[in-house]
């Protein structure tokens, strides 16, 4: 939830995991030229508003920084702030369903638009005006979102924890069970349960302070009993949350209930946390499981939700290794097989921040600054 809608800030400081880009992506290339007569955005192939506040203020911010750091100077060589600019920008992943599409979208914005206006400072305050949870993915690894206390949130910014590599064992599932677009936004239903909920309020005054502290050690532990636990805890805790806003809001599905379902049968068959769950304000479910767990588990969700047609493609990114299943662990695990209902599985790690695209023929738009066409 936020305290300040037009600047996001939000009520409590929080704690996510930036996805490696050679699995989930946003690409987005921008350019500036003196011949462009208006700023126009594209998204996925499509022509979007650029003229959206959330553009709008991410823009604004990078320009008013390149004009700070030229000191008011028209420098030759910088690029004139006063051309129009184009943006193109594409996630290899389903958008606005719950799976950070704008988190990555905004990082990416921001990290393009700067680099275009050779901005270099802190970004994340930048991002942040885009999309909240956009300020922890300029960053790598595990990143902590600072609440900050200043009314004009200079210091509501995002800090690493520790960098991709530092846990190099820990694997992220996403199990894909609907790539629709949720039928209440984040911003939306954040905002209902900021005016409704007094769990959400009891949540961010008293119990994610703790966790966070909680969480931090966990990660620099590398102790993954802790983390699985207390990943699955706040998520309960963020989707009851949810259920006390009013009218409630339903992100979890039947089928997300049995998947939660799933994960804490495996886990009790095995007598200690193998696999944790997480679920954002979507559907789909997170897995969190070390890197020895990912072959099993995998054939379990498997062997509950077997794939409808899709069998060759059912689990994507990194690559699986095959597992035998004992009688047991399937007689304690694995109930009433639901076909189908798992779209696709994406086998992924912790990853870095914004990175540059060197490659010329990655570029989104063309040199007439329109989106190319592509393949």
Not at 242 to 250: A, Q
Not at 301 to 322: C, E, H, I, K
């Amino acid at each position: 939830g936020k305290r300040d809608a037009d600047l996001i800030l939000p009520i409590n400081s929080s704690l996510s995991v930036t996805l490696h880009q050679d699995q989930l992506k946003t690409t987005t290339t921008a350019a500036a030229s003196r011949d462009f007569t208006e700023d126009r955005l594209w998204l996925n192939g499509k022509e979007a508003n650029v003229g959206h506040p959330r553009v709008q203020a991410c823009l604004r911010e990078v320009r008013r920084l390149a004009r700070k750091r030229r000191g008011g100077s028209e420098d030759t060589a910088a690029l004139s702030l006063s051309y129009k600019i184009h943006i193109a920008s594409e996630n290899n992943f389903p958008t606005a369903a719950g799976l950070a599409s704008s988190a990555a979208g905004f990082a990416c914005l921001v990290s393009a638009v700067a680099r275009l206006y050779g901005v270099e400072e802190e970004l994340s305050e930048v991002a942040r005006r885009g999309s909240g949870s956009a300020c922890r993915s300029m960053l790598g690894g595990f990143v902590q979102w600072q609440r900050g206390e200043r009314p004009d949130g200079t210091d509501s910014l995002a800090l690493q924890v520790a960098p991709e590599t530092h846990w190099p064992e820990l694997r992220v599932l996403i199990l894909v069970v609907s790539a629709e677009k949720k039928p209440v936004g984040s911003t939306v239903g954040m905002q209902t349960s900021v005016e409704t909920s007094p769990l959400l309020k009891h949540r961010a005054e008293v119990v994610v302070p703790e966790r966070l502290a909680q969480m931090m050690q966990h990660i620099q532990e590398r102790d993954f009993e802790g983390f699985g636990q207390l990943a699955m805890r706040d998520s309960n805790q963020f989707h009851a949350t949810c259920l006390d806003t009013f009218p409630p809001i339903f992100y979890l599905t039947d089928l997300s209930r049995h998947i939660i379902a799933l994960a804490h049968r495996y886990n009790a068959h095995h007598g200690h946390t193998k696999v944790a769950y997480t679920f954002d304000a979507g559907p789909n479910a997170v897995i969190f499981a070390l890197a020895d767990t990912v072959a099993e588990f995998v054939e379990v969700v498997r062997r509950s939700f077997p794939p409808a047609t899709n069998g060759d493609q059912f689990v994507q990114g990194l690559p699986v290794g095959s597992a035998a299943l004992s009688q047991e662990l399937v007689a304690a695990v694995v109930t009433e097989p639901l076909p189908g209902a798992v779209q696709y599985i994406l086998h992924t790690k912790p990853g870095p921040g914004p990175q540059l695209v060197d490659d010329p023929s990655q570029h989104l738009l063309g040199a007439d600054g329109l989106p190319r066409s592509r393949a």
